[in-house]
């Protein structure tokens, strides 16, 4: 198994979003990809990643296909490496906030979808054994303590943001990071919440805050002190001209845009007044909230060596079985105990016996 990532810390939004692959065009990819095998897309606010079988040059050029565009910006992961990333992935090692608890649902369901359309051959073991390391590490060590997420860090910026009461425009309430924004928003007194939702999950009875229609966004701007906008909307939702004409009162406004691709024109941030943060401006936030987590961050990365040495192990006794079921009953017995005492150890010696039979 090969990867192609590219993650917030190789590339910024400019170039992320370029490869912020719809479900649609994911289904296309995994189709593209079937010659060679089994196909996993994985696409985040902060990454794209694609598992696959294939060399990575073929790799590379069925992604510029669907994306039109050539970037050396790639990391590119093969074999046990490939493998290791996934399990750090999974486990909440590789998130901009260290042991944030999203990603590991968000890889699930990539996997999920597609496996749905029979595009994971030869790729359901390693990821299936990801998804169980990354709930493992969880529940075994305290990475997940304190819980942060890119929400909380975007509703605590807006509850910095000037003194006293202030209202907020949210576009996308229906989404997860919208409605996680949601909910922390809803959690102070001083905050009022407009919330457009396509599908009108958000109840205007809710306490601080009302729902209207997604089209009458710029309806509400004028009277926003706050702007956060994070849909899944292919295009920009928010142009520089309209909101220039759609705000009359001149005074200070703070547009935080948490979608991928992004949601509101950059030059937003050229209008009197007007300030635009995006994604990757919680770094900072981010990296103090990793320093916190510098131990717990250790221990995962341990648990999760101990983890892909039992996963390597386990393929390993599946794939010589045939060659273990010819060795005599003492030398099996060895080996299948220094498999529980030392599974790296069992699988390289599996290798040996491998290549004395060839």
């Known amino acids: 198994m090969n990867c192609l990532s590219l993650d917030f810390r190789r590339a910024e939004v400019t170039l992320r979003e370029k490869f912020a692959f719809s479900q649609r065009v994911r289904a296309e ?26 060399e990575q040059p073929e790799a590379e050029e069925i992604l510029y296909h669907f994306s039109g565009v050539r970037t050396k ?4 992961y093969a074999g046990e ?19 944030e608890d999203e990603i590991l649902g968000q890889v699930r369901t990539c996997y999920e979808y597609a496996r749905s359309l029979g595009a994971t051959n030869g790729l359901d073991a390693p990821f299936q054994a990801a ?3 990354g709930k493992k590490v969880r529940t075994q060590t305290h990475i997940s303590s304190m819980a942060c997420s890119v929400a909380t860090l975007a509703a605590n910026k807006v509850f910095s943001f000037k003194k006293g009461k202030k209202n907020v425009l949210l576009v996308g309430a229906s989404g997860k990071i919208g409605n996680s924004v949601l ?14 939702t396509r599908s009108h999950e958000f109840s205007a009875q809710a306490e601080g805050g009302k729902a209207v229609p997604y ?82 961050a250790a221990q995962a990365e341990i648990l999760v060596g101990e983890l892909l040495s039992e996963y390597l192990a386990d393929e390993a006794a599946r794939e010589g079985a045939e060659l273990l079921a010819s060795l005599d009953e003492e030398t099996r017995k060895s ?9 790296r150890a069992f699988t390289e010696q599996v290798r040996l016996l491998a290549e004395e039979k060839q």
């Open 131 to 133: 998804l169980a390391c």
């Open 183 to 196: 909910k922390n928003l809803l959690s102070s007194d001083e905050v009022t919440v407009i919330a457009t």
């Open 81 to 99: 490496f490939c493998l290791r990333h996934l399990f750090e992935l999974a486990a909440g090692l590789c998130s901009m906030l260290v042991g």
């Open 29 to 54: 990819i995994c189709s593209a990809f079937s010659e060679y095998g089994g196909c996993v897309p994985i696409v985040t606010c902060n990454r794209t990643e694609v598992y696959f079988h294939c």
């Open 215 to 296: 089209e009458e966004r710029y309806r509400y701007l004028d009277g926003a002190d706050c702007v956060v906008s994070a849909t899944s909307s292919p295009h920009v939702v928010f142009e520089k001209d309209r909101v220039r004409t759609a705000l009359r009162a001149r005074r200070e406004r703070l547009f935080i845009d948490l979608a991928v691709p992004q949601d509101i024109d950059p030059q937003v941030d050229e209008l009197p007044g007007c300030t635009v943060v995006g994604i990757d401006a919680f770094r900072t936030a981010a990296q103090e909230n990793n320093i916190r987590k510098r131990n717990a």
């Open 335 to 343: 080996l299948y105990a220094l498999r529980r005492q030392a599974p």
């Open 73 to 76: 910006k790639f990391a590119f």
